[in-house]
């Protein structure tokens, strides 16, 4: 008869067995990362209170990811729509960005991400970057129709003092999410909490670059469960968007993620 | 500021809004199902106590799915692998099958079905059935790797008053899961229970058909997170394999869903 | 050493071996088809000489084939532009439909189509039809772009006569093509001449149905090979559009396809 | 009314515009490539007359395309299944590799590559190399079955005189093939001759890998278009296989692409 075992965490289906927690490292991540100011006040409806928005800034980070050390070294990409944020807690601060959203184009990596550290992934296909130059080009899409677009070019390597500063200060990012599981079968929650999931990054070299972002809204019949949400990002104002290109490594810690309280 | 309605029901990323849970109607659908005798003590090790196994069965469901009214019309495939089972607990007692895994080809109704009812949907692609005259035939493949085949040869059509008990007995199936969410960053579960999900069948035309089951084992290069679970499975001895095949609709009752004590 | 078999038709790689031409079964076939008036001047640029159109119209047909007999039963989705024509050369004539292109959502019939019966079929996403009531919606993407939405409400179905009508319309359609395959190395053409493939319908079920028709133009970075097909199409004016839909079979009559002197 | 330009290559549909040929660049290509000897007289069988088999090796070149220029920077995965060949014409003799098949992923550039230069393209997923440390695993499946499995590590890279010497002496590759275009409607060919089609390669970096081929075979029901191809590659046998991984880019000279006569 099945027994859970007390030192490992499980995913459904729960009853073929679990595994301790651990790190595990992306082997070769190619990000396109876009941040632009917009409104505060519009930006704060999606942001719970317990993060306090230190910069009214959206911070698109399109990431390649490959050599998944736990998908046997495969790979997938993503897209994170993230807000830098403050968590504050009785005497704990903490500096991060909170997830909005992360579109992935691989189910198995969401399912983990949602359930064991609070991250908002849902699918769509984000496509492989378009190499164009100097330019790097993304854009995300669901059955067909395409509601964002990056667009990157390349302006100028970062020195070597500037990208051990890069990483100094990514090192470790604080990655807050906001885990909620419904009640079965009527409104309200079952689990409503922040999160927390450190990242750990190396940058092996850096680019800054002129950047575009464009959001399209869809209607309910071209994406029926996600048009709200690209409505209420792609109505934020643009304002003064910054690119960064980057090649390196992560290493997720899957292991070191917390449930926050608040 | 964001704040929950105390009617809704929440899919992460929560702060863009939920929405009352609803039954939903699935308009056209085509099944194989193939149901086998297997070994009752292996197969009770994958089945939790509260469940009761009524007949050491596995029941392979292969559904097309289209026109699916939560999602716009779209469609998607799926198998299900079901054990029936009686759940007893105080003076309930409710006869169902138990979902032992889903294979869905879809990432998008995977996050419902883990997450609102507790049905342990994962990812795989279900190929559309391969039509060759009275013969239909699936196939269930990870990233290029077949795990399960499953081939019916329709050998005769219900005549109307065999089809009327079918939609009798299968009116309402109460489908069995058990939600499973882990506690972050460490073993142990934040949310551990059975889950009863309602699904309602309406079959326009069934045939009985002879039918066989293939599993083929993955190793972990070419399955890392399902090889485990294809592996219990495929061990499973398969003795005299029953099959039917339907067209129908159903309506799936999110709204009715339930979560169960133990 | 390897020989060509002189009763065999080959395609490329030839040196594997080849089999003799054959007409093939497509067990189920649903189309969605919407036929409008445009300016046909205009549509004439698109036309060769040797084909005179009978009316300014585009037919489009958009078509979900399963139970395809040489694909060992599975299926795929193609969406064709057709014109009405009159072939005319020296005491010959035929009256049929003119392909100017041919999206499918499957590389393996794109190639005997263009190879075998000069069909100028290319790749898109051809989606599964949306189900939503009385409507049927198809769209069509390349790479996450749609470029072409093709919407239809059925409003009535085909009484017996009106049905064994069509069917007797249809029962073999000449479809036109011209086949054209370049020089090596330079310009100019290797093969440069009209076709004709019979195509038997038959059709089980058909509705009348409001139809509209939706083009959208692309941008070289979003559909670089396609772009001026979609441009040239998406151009011409859709006037009073007709729908239809239909349920059935079809037989390929690629034994019987016919290189047209002109 | 449509004319061809006379300066002019054109692809069906032919009739919408065509555009001079080209030579067009890859900026990033990652190759694995696995070399063995097999079988002299049974790999005779596939070789057409005019070329004489030089070793009796097969070369699988898996390679993973990015930044390709003619697809707006978009990328595709693709392998090649090569023997070194001279082509022997009168006072002419070419040195070079005999193209038996390619499985591209992708639709667009197997079209072009059989019509314009006779290279025997065929389509299946190429999947993106899974890396695992000092490993790279390739897998090339069909609907859900994988035919072949390239498995490389590693061990040692190339010191620069040793790469300076590979890129001169892959500067320019003459990559053989055979077009061959049925007649319409019946036995025997429209056009069949031998192709040269040159690429020209750079790698900037190159590495000695230990490596393994393994060929799987497929039923009809599993891929019925390519079975025959498969069963006659995978009955070779594998002996003594040389593994190398490079990258680097590629230019490819459609534009002088010849036609061979035999």
Chains 1, 2, 3, 4 share one sequence.
Not at 45 to 59: M, W
Request: glycine share 10%.
């Amino acid at each position: 008869m099945f027994e859970f075992a007390s030192d490992n965490s499980y995913l459904m289906p729960a009853h073929f067995g679990g595994a301790p927690l651990s790190a595990w490292t992306y082997a070769e991540v190619t990000t396109v990362g876009v941040s632009y100011r917009t409104d505060g006040d519009a930006l704060s409806a999606y942001v719970p209170q317990c993060f306090e928005i230190t910069e009214p800034v959206l911070e698109i980070g399109y990431a390649l990811n490959r050599g998944v050390e736990w998908m046997a070294g495969a790979g997938y990409n993503l897209v994170a729509v993230n807000v830098p944020v403050r968590y504050r807690h009785e005497a704990q601060t903490l500096t991060g960005s909170f997830a909005l959203v992360v579109w992935e184009s691989n189910a198995t990596p969401i399912l983990g991400g949602r359930e064991q550290t609070g991250i908002p992934k849902i699918f769509a296909d984000v496509a492989d970057l378009q190499l164009l130059g100097d330019r790097m080009v993304g854009h995300v899409s669901f059955d067909g129709s395409t509601f964002l677009r990056v667009d990157a070019r390349k302006t100028g390597e970062l020195a070597a003092g500037e990208l051990a500063e890069l990483n100094q200060q990514q090192r470790q990012m604080n990655w807050f999410g906001w885990r909620y599981i419904p009640r079965v079968g009527g409104p309200g929650a079952a689990l409503s909490h922040p999160t927390l999931y450190p990242i750990e990054y190396t940058f092996n070299a850096a680019w800054r670059a002129e950047a575009t972002v464009d959001w399209t809204l869809l209607d309910w019949e071209q994406n029926p469960t996600q048009a709200h949400i690209i409505a209420a990002l792609g109505r934020l104002p643009v304002r003064e968007p910054v690119g960064m290109v980057t090649v390196g490594s992560q290493v997720i810690r899957v292991d070191a993620a917390k449930e926050l309280t608040w």
